[in-house]
């Protein structure tokens, strides 16, 4: 069964908030209608209020709000006169010819062209024309017309004013709750992705860089987050807001409403065009950000080696290829992006008001088919707004690209074969270990471990000593189940590691690595690993018991001492002693010791001795050790040659037996001897 693309698996992470999501949107729809009303409202301005007082007048008996004072008689538009109105005399109109205004005592057609001369005003439509006689008015006497339109046009003016009032109210809600669902959905994915690291194989970091998952939950979910605050936002407000002006359009004139519906194919058109040139270049560009995080990251780790070597200038070059790819691809899409904006939105734009002008222009050959100015002013507008959202969406499409890439990488991680995390529990072992005919190999062709078979007893310590490549540490990565065997089995107390989930295999171990990790925080939170369960009188006891008060006492803020990521702070058998208060704190019942003391100098390894002591006591104990000076006390010895146990036995059996032991045992002696000298 094939998955789902990348666009529908984005969409389903926005689904688990559809709720405030579809709120939302409905605050959109909300606030678009109200603010789209305002053309219709400016419609009914000049129409009906400014321009509306050309026309038809009717003499009316009595005075009111609508009624117009005019020569001691009162006249009043013939909309506007009611069944109770007393008329009196016949109809009168009143027309504009220019920036004048005419009185003509009779019924006249408002439509037609106009023009005035020695007070004889004539219409022409077509071949018709009809003469009359008018009476051109003052301004003082013009302005008694528009006096009863104030109240109309100031009630409309501040529905308007109210309207945007509550668009804006719904449109800030809008913004909220969209913007607050798309961070949930990013901090979701996020943590969907640190999830996923944890359950995903050690062979994925092995192949990694750490840089470039980095990159994937920090770079790419943030380009993902775009989507949904930005992209999510302004293209669906887009599309509502041209939802919104094409149900205007079609209320005004439904011709033009569907003459400018060819602009959604277009847009749909070129967004496929986008599409496929602009994920090609995404896919190098996401793809280069991972690999420069990568570099950097690596270069900063190893800054002393770099310098140390002068190797500053080729790593620089090593960035500068990367910072250039990077560099390449972008400017493509600059172009891309470049082309698809400004230039195409001012192409349809231009293409709508030719077939505009060429509409209304053909209409105004028939005088009978003008429109008002209002209907004009309504028009306008809307084709103007019209093309603000076709702006908004065209201008996020490198942004809608980004994501699509982005989102294609991180749900390549997601879909890593992985086991779910399972910290259920179990009783705490006694720590017997049996590796029964183990084979292994790191790639599948070359086995580094063959057909090995070995117990340890519980409460005892077995050594691991050998050359390197022999097999130590692999023994210990499938102890810890890092990996599992491809053959044989490994048992804890008689239960195979494979029974139980990996985090319960290690849930009674601890490790001491050659180079100890501390991490930014204090003394204690080192010891402590912030696990509730162990408290900081256990971790004081345990610093204490492999020694390692006598430098903490020394330190201003003693057991919390600010540590530095690392412990740069701290020399390497500081942080060994740290390492193993840790162990202890934890009481594991099985300890790794993986060769913890390799790296430290004679005069700290004696300290180190008695922390190890220490830390032996009633559990198992495993040792990685290259000086076998340290491993004389265990209770087994296991001598690995290429992935096979060339010998067993304890310090004093392998040294009589002449063998392989023996003989790293008289080099490392000569060489100590040799220094001693």
Not at 191 to 203: A, G, S, V, Y
């Amino acid at each position: 069964m094939s998955k789902p693309s990348t666009e529908r698996r984005l969409f389903n992470y926005a689904l688990q908030y559809k709720k405030q999501i579809f709120i939302g949107l409905a605050c959109l729809m909300v606030a678009v209608a109200l603010e789209l009303a305002g053309p219709l409202i400016a419609k009914k301005v000049i129409d009906e209020h400014i321009v509306g007082v050309e026309g038809t007048w009717q003499q009316v008996a009595d005075k009111d709000e609508n009624s117009v004072a005019f020569e001691g008689d009162y006249y009043k538009r013939e909309d506007r006169v009611q069944a109770q109105d007393k008329t009196v005399g016949s109809p009168v109109s009143l027309l504009q010819i220019g920036t004048s205004y005419y009185f003509v005592d009779a019924e006249v057609p408002t439509k037609g062209k106009r023009t005035v001369e020695n007070g004889t005003i004539k219409i022409t439509e077509g071949e018709k024309v009809t003469e009359f006689n008018g009476e051109k008015l003052t301004f003082s006497e013009v302005y008694p017309f528009f006096t009863p339109e104030k109240k109309p046009i100031i009630f409309l003016l501040s529905l308007y004013i109210i309207l945007l009032l509550v668009a804006g109210f719904f449109q800030f809600f809008k913004t909220y709750l969209l913007q607050k669902s798309s961070n949930q959905i990013v901090k979701k994915m996020r943590n969907d992705l640190f999830t996923q690291t944890q359950r995903i194989p050690i062979t994925y970091f092995v192949d990694q860089p750490a840089g470039k998952i980095v990159a994937r939950i920090t770079n790419d979910t943030e380009a993902i987050r775009d989507l949904y605050e930005r992209v999510l936002s302004i293209v669906v407000t887009s599309v509502i807001y041209m939802a919104g002006i094409f149900v205007a359009l079609f209320i005004l004139d439904v011709k033009l409403a569907i003459m400018c519906l060819f602009i959604i194919p277009l847009i749909i058109g070129w967004m496929k065009v986008y599409k496929h040139f602009g994920s090609k270049y995404n896919k190098v560009i996401r793809s280069t950000i991972s690999e420069i995080n990568a570099n950097i990251n690596e270069a900063i780790q190893g800054m002393p080696i770099i310098q140390a070597f002068r190797r500053e200038k080729k790593t620089k070059e090593d960035f500068e290829v990367l910072n250039e790819r990077h560099f390449t691809f972008q400017r493509k899409l600059v172009k891309l992006s470049a082309l698809t904006s400004y230039n195409l939105v001012t192409v349809f734009r231009n293409l709508t008001f030719v077939g505009f002008i060429w509409y209304f222009g053909s209409m105004s050959l028939d005088p009978g088919s003008l429109i008002s100015i209002g209907m004009l002013y309504a028009i306008v507008d809307y084709l103007t707004r019209l093309f603000e959202p076709v702006t908004d969406i065209v201008n996020q499409l490198p942004l809608i690209e980004q994501a699509r890439v982005a989102g294609g990488r991180v749900f390549e991680l997601l879909d890593q074969d992985g086991e779910d995390v399972d910290n259920q529990p179990i009783e705490r072992y006694r720590g017997r270990i049996e590796f029964d005919h183990v084979t292994f190999s790191y790639d599948g062709k070359e086995d580094v471990l063959h057909d090995l078979s070995f117990t340890v007893k519980a409460g005892t310590t077995a050594a691991f000593v050998g050359h390197t490549g022999s097999g130590k540490s692999s023994i210990m990565n499938l102890l810890f189940r890092f990996y599992d065997p491809q053959k044989g089995k490994i048992t804890i107390d008689g239960y195979t590691t494979e029974e139980w989930s990996r985090q319960q295999v290690r849930s009674h171990m601890g490790i001491v690595l050659q180079d100890p990790f501390l991490f930014t925080g204090t003394i204690l939170t080192n010891i402590t690993m912030n696990d509730p369960e162990i408290t900081e009188e256990m971790a004081i006891h345990a610093l204490k018991a492999v020694g390692a008060d006598r430098f903490i006492k020394k330190l201003p803020n003693q057991y919390h001492e600010e540590v530095t990521e690392g412990g740069s702070t701290f020399s390497l058998g500081e942080r060994q002693l740290l390492s193993f208060a840790r162990a202890l704190a934890f009481d594991p019942a099985i300890l790794i010791l993986d060769e913890a003391t390799a790296n430290i100098d004679t005069e700290t390894e004696a300290i180190i001795q008695e922390a190890l002591e220490v830390l032996k006591k009633n559990r198992t104990t495993l040792v990685i050790a290259h000086r076998l000076s340290t491993i004389q006390q265990a209770d087994t010895i296991f001598v690995l040659d290429r992935g096979i146990i060339a010998e067993q036995g304890n310090h004093q059996r392998l040294i009589n037996e002449k063998g392989i032991y023996y003989q790293m045992y008289q080099m490392q002696q000569g060489s100590i001897k040799q220094k001693a000298i």
